[in-house]
């Protein structure tokens, strides 16, 4: 892979860390659109692949209709082939990867060899009931993929997207409370321990991610402009 230096101003590398329904997808959107740089979320990318039935699809469908997590090397292959692209040229934004201490080691050695550096990490909180309540009422565009909540954050028309009329649909591994807990579980055994992996490099900002949707937003914002500030002084 090409030697890559960030460019001075531009976002860099963004890792969005948090269990299964913390606000990963909707405020990496966000920040996605109001940095310029592309949201990389391997959930989104291993559905379209099992939608497409490609043989990543196939490979992929039955451990996630499980609520497990998919191989490491699956991933961090789709994430190295990814950021490689041209529109990841000023940063991205890493959601729902790395999930694994291994993911995490192999994004290391692939950040420093395409030189972005360290990552800036963001970690967001919620505690269980909460991440079940909106789980149960999340829906999403099946074409422009936006988020919504029926409790919270409901479309104007019932079951249509906003932005362009689509039906809005359930995830399938939000359907069954087994496959949520499972996912639950998946993160508690082999994704919290990055919590502290990172946190022990000085690397990782909690957020609370209970708060208003806006209001998380605007604390992300406020860290990304912190990171900014740090690296100005050497210090990130
Ligand atoms: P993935 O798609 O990554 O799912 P996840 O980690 O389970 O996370 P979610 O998408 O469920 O939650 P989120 O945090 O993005 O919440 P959201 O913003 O949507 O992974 C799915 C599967 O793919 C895995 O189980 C695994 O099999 C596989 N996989 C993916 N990556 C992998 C990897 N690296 N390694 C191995 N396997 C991998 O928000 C949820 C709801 O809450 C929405 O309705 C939203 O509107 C609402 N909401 C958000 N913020 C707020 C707020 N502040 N207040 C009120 N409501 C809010």
């Not at 191989?71 to 961090?76: F, T």
């Not at 919270?152 to 359907?175: M, N, V, Y």
């Not at 946190?199 to 912190?226: I, P």
């Amino acid at each position: 892979m090409a030697t890559r230096q960030k460019a001075a101003g531009s976002p860099g590398a963004f890792i969005l860390l948090g269990p299964p329904g913390a606000g990963k997808g909707t405020q990496a959107k966000e920040l996605a659109r109001r940095c310029g740089i592309p949201q990389i979320a391997t959930g989104d990318i291993l559905r379209e692949a099992v939608r497409r039935e490609t043989p990543l699809g196939l490979e992929a469908k039955a451990v996630m209709a499980r609520g497990e997590l998919v191989s490491d090397d699956m991933v961090c292959a789709i994430v190295e082939q990814r950021i490689k692209q041209e529109d990841c040229k000023n940063g991205f934004i890493l959601d729902g990867f790395p999930r694994t201490m291994a993911q995490a080691e192999r994004l290391d050695q692939i950040l420093t060899a395409a030189g972005w550096g360290r990552p800036k990490v963001i970690y967001l909180a919620v505690g269980m009931e909460e991440r079940m309540r909106r789980l149960a009422g999340r829906r999403g565009c099946k074409v422009c993929g936006r988020i919504y909540n029926i409790y919270d954050r409901p479309p104007r028309l019932e079951g249509r997207c906003d932005d362009d009329g689509s039906e809005l649909t359930r995830r399938h591994d939000d359907s069954r409370e087994a496959v949520v807990r499972a996912r639950f579980e998946a993160y508690e055994k082999e994704t919290a321990p990055l919590v502290r992996y990172y946190r022990r490099s000085g690397k990782v900002h909690r957020v609370d991610g209970k708060l208003s949707l806006e209001q998380v937003t605007r604390e992300v914002l406020k860290l990304c402009r912190a990171y900014d500030h740090m690296q100005s002084k050497g210090r990130a």
